[in-house]
């Protein structure tokens, strides 16, 4: 079992940056590849970011890159989400999870999603 936490969302104007954490408790972490989602009104949930086991590969969305950067800190059991140049259509709640199937980054792939942290993006 993993228990998965985000938090640092908040309200910021557009071109502004947040750092989201994702927190674990539980099994072993670091045995896990991790991704963030996330899921704006009246629209589906979807991939941002994720991160290896190691750290060692970080694919993004297309919408995301150059913004967007993801780590870990397998020592604290966190995975971090650094967000910068933010967009009001980067609104959404942020959901962390780990990828529990297969290899590829798709919402059904993942379980033990967190409650998610909301993240305004002001025009």
């Known amino acids: 079992q993993v228990q998965l936490t985000e938090s640092g969302g908040g309200l910021v104007q557009a071109g502004g940056s947040l750092r989201l954490t994702c927190a674990a408790s539980?099994?072993?972490?670091?045995?896990?590849?991790v991704g963030w989602f996330r899921q704006a009104p009246g629209k589906e949930r979807e991939f941002v970011a994720g991160?290896?086991?190691?750290?060692?590969?970080?694919p993004s969305a297309d919408s995301v890159k150059g913004r967007f950067t993801i780590s870990r800190d397998n020592a604290k059991n966190a995975v971090y989400l650094q967000m910068n140049g933010l967009k009001p259509e980067d609104t959404a709640v942020y959901y962390c999870?780990?990828?529990?199937?297969?290899?590829?980054?798709?919402?059904?792939?993942?379980?033990?999603w967190g409650k998610g942290t909301l993240v305004t993006v002001s025009s």
């Open positions: 999870a780990v990828r529990w199937f297969g290899t590829s980054w798709t919402a059904s792939n993942m379980r033990y």
């Open positions: 991160i290896s086991m190691s750290g060692g590969n970080t």
């Open positions: 539980g099994r072993t972490f670091s045995s896990y590849a």
